[in-house]
């Protein structure tokens, strides 16, 4: 087993960003590090250059003077005119190994990467430059959502075609639940990612966001309700087809339990604090911390709180049984609905 956590591996805390996204990458894929070694470092592999291209643009975005992110969007443009990484370039291992990994095959689904990775760096470049993130409408809003995290998501790796064409609307899904998630550490940024058409109808002012006094608004309060109870469940139907896929491959299926264990952990303490953004992160750092030690002990604490497999010769299929082992206590997780201290009442798998 690797003494390395993923957010070392994918760079994390690597450059000037909004934050340092060490513990958000934990709480989004700390189980990817319980893949099979090699599904293990192509997920990786693509995480870090999700990672790398966003931090990079958010280097820009906060110093106004940066180029970070336009030399990278220079070196991309140069693989896909030539074939080969830019002999010059900062990130030249980067590209050589996506040169290696989409440019050496004709295989469709290398050209449905190439193509997604291509709308991702386009839609960072637009977004990030110029500040460009306030939204007039819901529509314009969803366009956001759809251009960055629904485009991420289909580069990543072990998905068919077919399944590629439909995960972008759960990649929507859990780019729409980080906002929630990040909503004061945004505004202290001078970010707010809520469309003004719905701030407007709530009576809630951005400034408001902005300034950490939003939760005082008699308005907030029905505002968040409406996210949650209203606008969620929309996005979700439009997800269905791929969170009921009934052959997602095996590490696919760890993300989506995943996922769906992180998405009721955030609405859950979103209800505690009784929607204030401004206690969330506190208390749901926290949760997130002690969750990581309830599921993954051998990893993040403990390991009598129960026994997960340990390093050496793994096969294949002793992994999937690891990985059904995290499943089921996503699950335990999603319908416990209470405190994950229920999980000990089942023994931990």
Same mark, same amino acid.
């Given at each position: 087993?690797?003494?390395?956590?993923?957010?070392? =591996?994918?760079?994390?805390?690597?450059?000037?960003?909004?934050?340092?996204?060490?513990?958000?990458?934990?709480?989004?894929?700390?189980?990817?590090?319980?893949?099979?070694?090699?599904?293990?470092?192509?997920?990786?592999?693509?995480?870090?250059?999700? !990672?790398?291209?966003?931090?990079?643009?958010?280097?820009?975005?906060?110093?106004?003077?940066?180029?970070?992110?336009?030399?990278?969007?220079?070196?991309?443009?140069?693989?896909?005119?030539?074939?080969?990484?830019?002999? @010059?370039?900062?990130?030249?291992?980067?590209?050589?190994?996506?040169?290696?990994?989409?440019?050496?095959?004709?295989?469709?689904?290398? %050209?449905?990467?190439?193509?997604?990775?291509?709308?991702?760096?386009?839609? =960072?470049?637009?977004?990030?430059?110029?500040?460009?993130?306030?939204?007039?409408?819901?529509? %314009?809003?969803?366009?956001?959502?759809?251009?960055?995290?629904?485009?991420?998501?289909?580069?990543?790796?072990?998905?068919?075609?077919?399944?590629?064409?439909?995960?972008?609307?759960?990649? #929507?899904?859990?780019? *729409?639940?980080?906002?929630?998630?990040?909503?004061?550490?945004?505004?202290? %940024?001078?970010? /707010?990612?809520?469309?003004?058409?719905?701030?407007?109808?709530?009576?809630?002012?951005?400034?408001?966001?902005?300034?950490?006094?939003?939760?005082?608004? &008699?308005?907030?309060?029905?505002? #968040? %309700?409406?996210?949650?109870?209203?606008?969620? &469940?929309?996005?979700?139907?439009?997800?269905?087809? *791929?969170?009921?896929? &009934?052959?997602?491959?095996?590490?696919?299926?760890?993300?989506?339990?995943?996922?769906?264990?992180?998405?009721?952990?955030?609405?859950?303490?979103? !209800? !505690?604090?009784?929607?204030?953004?401004?206690? *969330? &992160?506190?208390?749901?750092?926290?949760? @997130?911390?002690?969750?990581?030690?309830?599921?993954?002990?051998?990893? *993040?604490?403990?390991?009598?709180? /129960?026994?997960?497999?340990?390093?050496?010769? !793994?096969?294949?299929?002793?992994?999937?049984?690891?990985?059904?082992?995290?499943?089921?206590? /996503?699950?335990?997780?999603?319908?416990?609905?209470?405190?994950?201290? @229920?999980? #000990?009442?089942?023994?931990?798998?």
């Amino acid at each position: 087993m690797s003494t390395l956590s993923l957010s070392q =591996l994918v760079g994390s805390s690597h450059y000037l960003a909004i934050a340092d996204d060490a513990l958000k990458d934990e709480d989004n894929a700390a189980w990817v590090m319980e893949l099979e070694l090699e599904v293990r470092q192509e997920w990786i592999e693509r995480i870090s250059w999700i !990672r790398l291209a966003d931090r990079l643009a958010e280097s820009d975005l906060l110093d106004p003077h940066g180029s970070e992110f336009q030399r990278f969007q220079d070196g991309w443009k140069w693989l896909m005119a030539t074939g080969q990484a830019q002999p @010059v370039s900062g990130h030249r291992k980067v590209f050589e190994a996506i040169r290696d990994r989409w440019f050496c095959n004709t295989e469709p689904v290398d %050209q449905l990467s190439i193509s997604s990775w291509n709308r991702y760096l386009n839609a =960072l470049e637009r977004y990030h430059h110029n500040n460009n993130l306030v939204f007039d409408t819901l529509d %314009q809003f969803e366009s956001m959502l759809e251009e960055l995290a629904a485009s991420f998501f289909q580069v990543l790796p072990f998905l068919p075609a077919h399944q590629r064409r439909i995960v972008g609307a759960f990649g #929507m899904v859990d780019q *729409f639940y980080n906002i929630l998630r990040d909503l004061r550490e945004d505004a202290k %940024q001078g970010i /707010c990612y809520l469309p003004t058409e719905v701030l407007d109808r709530f009576g809630v002012s951005r400034t408001e966001i902005l300034e950490l006094r939003a939760y005082n608004n &008699p308005g907030y309060r029905s505002m #968040m %309700q409406f996210w949650i109870y209203d606008y969620l &469940p929309q996005l979700y139907r439009k997800a269905y087809p *791929f969170i009921l896929s &009934p052959d997602l491959h095996p590490s696919w299926q760890m993300l989506r339990d995943w996922s769906l264990n992180r998405y009721k952990r955030i609405e859950r303490i979103l !209800r !505690r604090c009784d929607y204030d953004y401004t206690r *969330f &992160p506190q208390v749901y750092w926290q949760e @997130v911390q002690r969750d990581l030690v309830l599921i993954l002990p051998a990893r *993040f604490g403990n390991p009598s709180y /129960c026994h997960l497999p340990k390093g050496g010769n !793994r096969g294949y299929s002793t992994k999937l049984t690891s990985i059904s082992s995290l499943s089921r206590k /996503c699950k335990l997780f999603q319908f416990a609905k209470q405190e994950p201290n @229920v999980l #000990m009442e089942f023994g931990c798998g």
